[in-house]
């Protein structure tokens, strides 16, 4: 088993549409968490860090539930412009940090 | 502020062949990370440095990789002898102490015929 598992998508939405990520860690021990977005053929870039007591950034919110060791992206309104592979990304300690395989989403007009 | 630079961004080479990376982090930053991503897949990390110490290496593969961060800035990651396996792009970045943010530069794609 994977340490940080994503379902790879892609998924395919309409613009406006709201779509949701979910991503499971292994590591119950596990101290931190992100969001990264990683553009065709370009680096990955933070997106959003993801607290225990949820947070929210314009369209998009993140949560966290230890208890079941999972994080979720939540997009409203999806944007052309969202097009993109979304990592999940969980630190374990001491900055040990593990990517998901991410998960490609595409808006379509 | 300059991002995380890397050179070269694309490489060509023969199986058997050494190669080369560089990489130059952003200023101030101690920490600095080297990863293999594969196509489809998230960033692998190879190597993790504090300032100029190896402090996470137990992914790198010994026997042909090799990695340095002379002075705790710039950084190279050597391959000797390449392995048609290796093809993939090769990512570096870097993080302020204490902050979990990592800051990537563009890569450089390695292909080995």
């Known amino acids: 088993r994977k340490e940080v598992e994503q379902d790879p998508g892609p998924f395919n939405v309409p613009e406006g549409a709201t779509v949701a990520f979910n991503c499971t860690y292994s590591?119950?021990?596990?101290?931190?968490f992100f969001w990264y977005r990683q553009d065709c053929r370009k680096e990955p870039k933070l997106l959003m860090s993801?607290?225990?007591s949820g947070n929210e950034d314009g369209r998009f919110t993140a949560q966290l539930n230890r208890a079941s060791q999972y994080i979720s992206l939540l997009i409203r309104d999806s944007k052309l412009s969202d097009s993109a592979t979304y990592l999940c990304?969980?630190?374990?300690?001491?900055?040990?940090?593990?990517f998901g395989a991410g998960t490609r989403l595409f808006v379509k007009a | 502020e300059a991002g995380v630079v890397q050179s070269p961004r694309y490489k060509i080479i023969e199986k058997k062949q050494p190669v080369a990376f560089w990489c130059n982090p952003i200023?101030?930053?101690?920490?600095l990370y080297w990863y293999l991503q594969n196509l489809g897949q998230g960033p692998e990390l190879l190597i993790r440095?504090?300032?100029?110490?190896?402090?996470?290496d137990s992914q790198l593969p010994k026997d042909r990789f090799s990695a340095e961060r002379l002075k705790g800035v710039d950084s190279t990651l050597k391959i000797q002898p390449a392995e048609l396996g290796d093809s993939a792009v090769y990512l570096c970045?870097?993080?302020?102490?204490?902050?979990?943010?990592?800051?990537f530069g563009p890569g450089t794609r390695l292909t080995v015929l």
């Open positions: 990304v969980v630190n374990t300690g001491g900055f040990k940090t593990i």
């Open positions: 993801v607290y225990s």
């Open positions: 200023s101030g930053h101690n920490t």
């Open positions: 440095y504090e300032n100029e110490e190896a402090v996470d």
């Open positions: 590591n119950s021990a596990s101290q931190s």
């Open positions: 970045a870097s993080s302020r102490a204490g902050y979990n943010e990592q800051f």
